[in-house]
């Protein structure tokens, strides 16, 4: 399996310029993550998806972030606009987990570093 | 309040040299107990879950262990490759299929 695939790998971009990133989870996963990695905040959970339905989007910074999974093979977060303090490594991760509740372990993609300048 | 708390935040060792790192939790309805690696530009990769206080896992020169309130990834005999960080999640009832990840440990080790 090709495990999490993220794009693009590295994303720089200007203040108010929208920034899009995109996951594809691992086949047959139900569940799918995004996060964030700063050096200040550590790994921060942004938002999940079980079955492609937003369950928990309590980690979402602002209205200027939004994510997307029209299907159990993409999913999407959006940045509207872009500000400096976005800066960071982005990491969409999937699991097994679906709505059964049983700790099935995260996989993680590469990531995303996003610069905005 | 942390809920995931790992120590020590950076730890340097000779190859040879085994040691432990913490991991405190102080959530309630704990579900499971996750440790992970991560090398420098790339994402967490999975290494064990622990599920009740008890239950030990090894891998290679890896072992953890879980209590009621803690977990250890005991290192036993560290190599250069093992340098990483390491970072511990919990997940527990009150959070679905949320994990809560420790800010995680440093670990350098030098031939």
């Known amino acids: 399996d090709a495990g999490v695939i993220q794009s693009p790998r590295h994303e720089v971009t200007e203040m108010g310029q929208e920034v899009t990133l995109r996951c594809k989870p691992i086949?047959?996963?139900?569940?799918l993550f995004w996060y964030r990695q700063t050096m200040m905040r550590g790994l921060e959970l942004l938002i999940y998806?079980?079955?492609?339905?937003?369950?928990?989007d309590s980690g979402m910074p602002e209205d200027r972030f939004s994510a997307k999974m029209p299907n159990a093979s993409f999913s999407t977060l959006k940045i509207q606009p872009s500000e400096p303090r976005d800066s960071a490594v982005y990491f969409c991760?999937?699991?097994?987990?679906?709505?059964?509740?049983?700790?099935?372990?995260?996989?993680f993609g590469p990531g995303t570093r996003l610069t905005v300048t | 309040e942390d809920q995931v708390t790992q120590s020590p935040e950076a730890l340097r060792l000779q190859e040879g040299e085994s040691s432990s790192l913490n991991c405190s939790y102080t959530?309630?309805?704990?579900?499971?107990l996750f440790w992970y690696r991560q090398d420098p530009g790339k994402g967490p990769e999975f290494l064990f879950t622990?599920?009740?206080a008890g239950e030990e896992k090894e891998k290679e020169r890896l072992k953890a262990t879980l209590t009621k309130k803690e977990s250890f990834l005991h290192i036993t005999a560290p190599k250069p490759e093992d340098s990483a960080t390491y970072l511990c999640?919990?997940?527990?009832?009150?959070?679905?299929?949320?994990?809560?990840f420790g800010a995680g440990t440093i670990l350098r080790v030098k031939s």
């Open positions: 998806f079980n079955n492609n339905v937003p369950i928990d």
């Open positions: 959530v309630s309805g704990l579900r499971g």
């Open positions: 991760a999937s699991s097994l987990a679906g709505t059964s509740g049983f700790p099935y372990e995260q996989y």
């Open positions: 999640a919990v997940q527990a009832m009150e959070y679905g299929n949320k994990l809560v």
């Open positions: 086949s047959g996963h139900n569940s």
């Open positions: 622990l599920y009740s």
